[in-house]
């Protein structure tokens, strides 16, 4: 497609409940992001995945959190067990490379709502 | 990743040329100088970017100082539009590529 699609657009959840956000990259992007930005915060680095490398974690708040990217393109982000502190806009973001001098293109977020 | 120091926000009347300034004094050789925009209910969206010279596009225009230590973010008319939360970013070699590390921007206000 033309831009980085994220699904659902909104999420409202209830405390405990699993959760599945999608992103589709732009087509070719070999490098795939995730974010997340809570009300009135920045963005916060959750998992990167490039190519067929292992991804990288270290941003992952905690083992409710995970992320999986099949076939180098869709990539889904699980939250298990969904707490309150979860809510947020989780944001995807592709790129081409991963090399320094390559832009991201984000995606529209997924507002996830935990009642 | 190399910090960056924005101020906080910054004003501009509608029509009229915006400067954003950008301190990065720790700079290394290899460290790219990105620039990210966030519109109010949507995701980042990319800008402009540079190494050492002076870059322009359609969006922007980058001014890099001679010793790499600030950069400014020219936005030549401002336009209601461009009311948005600037980041300036560093990415380097020395990082994990993966990352953007984003920090509080300049929060844009445009007034008609």
């Known amino acids: 497609g033309a831009g980085v699609s994220q699904s659902p657009s909104n999420k409202v959840t209830e405390k405990g409940k699993d959760v599945e956000l999608r992103c589709d990259p732009i087509?070719?992007?070999?490098?795939l992001y995730w974010y997340r930005q809570s009300l009135g915060q920045g963005l916060e680095f959750l998992i990167y995945?490039?190519?067929?490398?292992?991804?990288?974690k270290s941003g992952l708040p905690s083992d409710r959190f995970s992320a999986e990217r099949t076939g180098g393109s869709v990539s889904t982000l699980t939250i298990q067990r969904t707490q309150q502190e979860d809510s947020a806009v989780y944001l995807c973001?592709?790129?081409?490379?991963?090399?320094?001098?390559?832009?991201?293109?984000f995606g529209s977020g997924t507002r996830l709502t935990v009642v | 990743d190399a910090k960056t120091t924005q101020p906080n926000s910054m004003e501009s009347n509608e029509e009229e040329p915006v400067h954003l300034p950008c301190n990065h004094s720790t700079i290394s050789g290899t460290d790219y100088i990105h620039w990210y925009r966030q519109l109010p209910s949507q995701g980042p969206e990319y800008v402009i970017h540079?190494?050492?010279s002076n870059v322009n596009n359609r969006m922007a225009s980058l001014a890099i100082a001679e010793d790499r230590k600030s950069s400014t973010l020219i936005l030549h008319r401002a336009t209601l539009r461009d009311a948005a939360v600037y980041y300036c970013i560093l990415r380097g070699l020395t990082d994990s590529w993966g990352k953007l590390q984003f920090g509080a921007g300049t929060q844009v206000v445009v007034t008609p």
């Open positions: 087509s070719g992007h070999t490098a």
């Open positions: 540079g190494l050492t």
């Open positions: 995945f490039q190519g067929n490398s292992a991804p990288d």
């Open positions: 973001a592709s790129s081409l490379r991963s090399r320094t001098d390559y832009g991201y293109t």
